[in-house]
T-cell receptor, first 110, second 114 residues
Framework: QKEVEQNSGPLSVPEGAIASLNCTYS??????FFWYRQYSGKSPELIMF????GDKEDGRFTAQLNKASQYVSLLIRDSQPSDSATYLC??????????FGSGTQLTVLP | DAGVIQSPRHEVTEMGQEVTLRCKPI?????LFWYRQTMMRGLELLIY????????DSGMPEDRFSAKMPNASFSTLKIQPSEPRDSAVYFC????????????FGPGTRLTVT
């Protein structure tokens, strides 16, 4: 059973719109939650992490966490074509390793 | 600051040959992770080390795969003998010693076994 689920997409949004990426996880003991961005042919790049319920904002990015619903999301405001990439959700339990979702492919249309 | 360093960046080899992938973690990080990424299976954790000690190798596919971390600044992932199904991108990542233990990835090694 997959422990971290993401819609694979592809998700297309027009330039300037808000892109919403969603992730659910199965382990209620999960402690930290991460969003990575991966451009084609490149390695995953950490965008932001969150570990408390609520919202965390960093520039155009907002991560949202709801532990009761086991749900984490990433909002990208004022989407740019350069945001087109695959976004990976990752979850950490009590140990050091991360469990990754399969990723959502985002395309921002000019 | 230097990030995670991996070598080689690309490796093409014939089935049956030994392949060695190398990784240098970020200085000061005490955890190191080896991943494999394919289109079919996504990003899979193969093994991770904490303070140079292997902690979880349950993701290592089979005995043909082995990993070592002789010191805090160097790790290897070896495949012997290699098979075409081992073709993938192999990433190394490292993390520091305090929560949330975020991981930083190297550029990866693209392995092709013919």
């Amino acid at each position: 059973q997959k422990e971290v689920e993401q819609n694979s997409g592809p998700l297309s949004v027009p330039e300037g719109a808000i892109a919403s990426l969603n992730c659910t996880y199965s382990d209620r003991g999960s402690q930290s939650f991460f969003w990575y961005r991966q451009y084609s042919g490149k390695s995953p790049e950490l965008i932001m992490f969150i570990y408390s319920n609520g919202d965390k904002e960093d520039g155009r990015f907002t991560a949202q966490l709801n532990k009761a619903s086991q749900y984490v999301s990433l909002l990208i405001r004022d989407s740019q074509p350069s945001d087109s990439a695959t976004y990976l959700c990752a979850v950490r339990g009590s140990a050091r390793q991360l469990t990754f979702g399969s990723g959502t492919q985002l395309t921002v249309l000019p | 600051d230097a990030g995670v360093i991996q070598s080689p960046r690309h490796e093409v080899t014939e089935m049956g040959q030994e392949v060695t992938l190398r990784c240098k973690p970020i200085s000061g990080h005490n955890s190191l992770f080896w991943y494999r990424q394919t289109m079919m299976r996504g990003l899979e954790l193969l093994i991770y080390f904490n303070n140079n000690v292997p902690i979880d190798d349950s993701g290592m596919p089979e005995d043909r795969f082995s990993a070592k971390m002789p010191n805090a600044s160097f790790s290897t992932l070896k495949i012997q003998p290699s098979e075409p199904r081992d073709s993938a991108v192999y990433f190394c990542a490292s993390s520091g010693g305090s929560p949330p233990y975020e991981q930083y990835f190297g550029p990866g090694t693209r392995l092709t076994v013919t």
